[in-house]
């Protein structure tokens, strides 16, 4: 039977004692960093390019012309109805969500490093695709191209995941989890903002700008990553033995054993799995529908210009990347004084998922200030990163040999689910763009969220289970 995972943590604090004294262990420290860095950077890259079509899809259109609340046209050159943006931001999901499965399977046979870094080179080169395709194509080249963008950002989680559960030992994992996924938000911070300033002062009409620059920064980060990051300790030449026994020990040592098969049958039946899967999709759905619409409902319904669009919709993210690094530290600390990975996972995604529930059902009444519509959302965001401390990072407890398998699953499934929110949002939203139909947007994520929320509670367990 699995036993409960503290007793893995009181092993992590004798170990790390015991091989401090050697005077090696800074080596690893300094790598372990150096690979939390690089996967944040990687992360925030992945979230850059994924967002930013949010905002340049809000200087593409011709908004008067497709009859939007704000009569003030922002010279857009393409006629799209909400329902055909709302198919061109699924679209990357469409791929995203291929290469789950068939990479978290892949990389624990061929590891994880070279299918993240020369997918996000796949994803980088196909956006400089995107101004021609949108210009000589229109919406279906353009959805194609963005498809392929998908294809190549799906292996960011799973092999995040699996890198993740090669470095870091189980009572650091729920801080740097959350480092890593945290710049998730770091990356739409800068990407609305900035896709705002290139859309409106940008070169070539502003917004194809907007894939140019990001596209050569996306490069520069693959080549980096592919040249400096190792697939584990055990493949680094700067840390010695006593570090490698370290890590392998504190990740490996009360883990199951490995019977060479991977145990689908058993993930199928397991219900603390299930929860994970349940609470990963609420995530996306909620999630999804403000990262791709929260610029067109700034715009549509509170009037706000391309340049403020960007800055005002980043604040959201701002604060869920500094308060999820706050219930970091709070649910490591609460593992580290014996309170059980289950109610550290459950008491963090209650916050996680309740909080922005509340605040999307709440925000449909506060449209009358800008102001107040912003403090909803920041609050609401704020909490939702409690979740990186949640189901987020769960997969780990349950098998850190599996986890790269486990997150591919839970996110294909999820993504799934989230890319029918921009759709959804664009169905609603085509039938007249006005504050009543936003909230019922609104309401269905909220709704979302809770009904996750609560499954997860139920089902979800911290113990290691393969």
């Known amino acids: 039977m699995p036993t409960e995972q503290p007793a893995t943590v009181e092993q992590t604090a004798e170990l790390r004692t015991y091989y401090e004294k050697d005077g090696d262990i800074p080596t690893y420290r300094k790598q372990r960093n150096f690979v939390i860095f690089m996967l944040f950077l990687g992360m925030a890259n992945a979230y850059v390019m994924r967002t ?3 905002v340049a899809i809000v200087a593409m259109v011709n908004h008067s012309a497709i009859g939007s609340e704000q009569q003030h046209s ?11 943006q ?5 679209s990357f999901f469409y791929g995203y969500v291929l290469t789950q499965i068939p990479f978290g399977f892949l990389i624990k046979y061929y590891g994880a490093k070279h299918f993240l870094g020369w997918g996000m080179m796949l994803n980088s080169v196909a956006a400089f695709m995107v101004p021609v395709s949108a210009r000589e194509g229109g919406p279906v080249p353009l959805g194609i191209v963005r498809f392929i963008q998908g294809l190549g950002e799906g292996p960011i989680v799973p092999c995040t995941h699996s890198l993740l559960a090669g470095w870091i030992p189980p009572d650091e994992r729920s801080r740097a989890g959350a480092a890593v996924y945290a710049g998730a938000q770091f990356g739409t911070i800068i ?9 409106e002062y940008g070169f070539d009409g502003g917004w194809p700008s907007i894939f140019y620059v990001f596209g050569v920064l996306s490069t520069v980060w693959c080549v980096l990553f592919l040249w400096l990051v190792h697939e584990s300790p055990k493949a680094s030449e700067r840390i010695s033995q006593t570090e490698r026994k370290y890590i392998e020990d504190n990740i490996w040592e009360a883990q199951p054993a490995d019977t060479g098969r991977t145990p689908f049958l058993g993930f199928a039946r397991s219900r603390c799995f299930w929860a994970i899967m349940v609470a990963h999709a609420g995530q996306n759905y909620g999630y999804e529908t403000l990262m791709t619409m929260l610029p067109t409902y700034m715009h549509g319904i509170l009037g706000v210009d391309l340049k403020a669009n960007g800055v005002l919709s980043s604040l959201p993210y701002l604060a869920m990347w500094l308060m999820a690094i706050v219930f970091a530290i709070v649910a490591d600390r609460l593992i580290r004084r014996q309170i059980s990975i289950t109610a550290t996972r459950k008491i963090m995604n209650s916050f996680g998922q309740y909080g922005p529930a509340v605040a999307l059902i709440v925000v449909g009444y506060a449209h009358q200030s800008l102001t107040l519509t912003i403090a909803v959302f920041v609050l609401g965001l704020g909490l939702n990163g409690a979740i990186y401390s949640g189901f987020k990072i769960n997969h780990l407890d349950l098998s850190p040999r599996y986890a790269g398998l486990l997150i591919s699953i839970t996110n294909c499934a999820a993504n799934l689910i989230g890319l029918t929110a921009p759709m959804v949002a664009g169905h609603i939203i085509h039938q007249g ?3 009543g139909n936003w909230r019922i947007v609104f309401y269905i994520a909220g709704g ?3 009904f996750c929320a609560t499954f997860y509670n139920i089902f979800a367990s911290g113990k290691p289970q393969w």
């Open 74 to 84: 922002q010279g857009g050159q393409f006629v799209w109805s909400y329902k055909t």
């Open 433 to 435: 763009p006005n504050i």
């Open 86 to 90: 709302g198919y061109i931001l699924s």
């Open 448 to 450: 979302v969220y809770i």
């Open 191 to 199: 990407s609305m903002p900035l896709s705002g300033l290139l859309a």
């Open 52 to 54: 930013n079509m949010s």
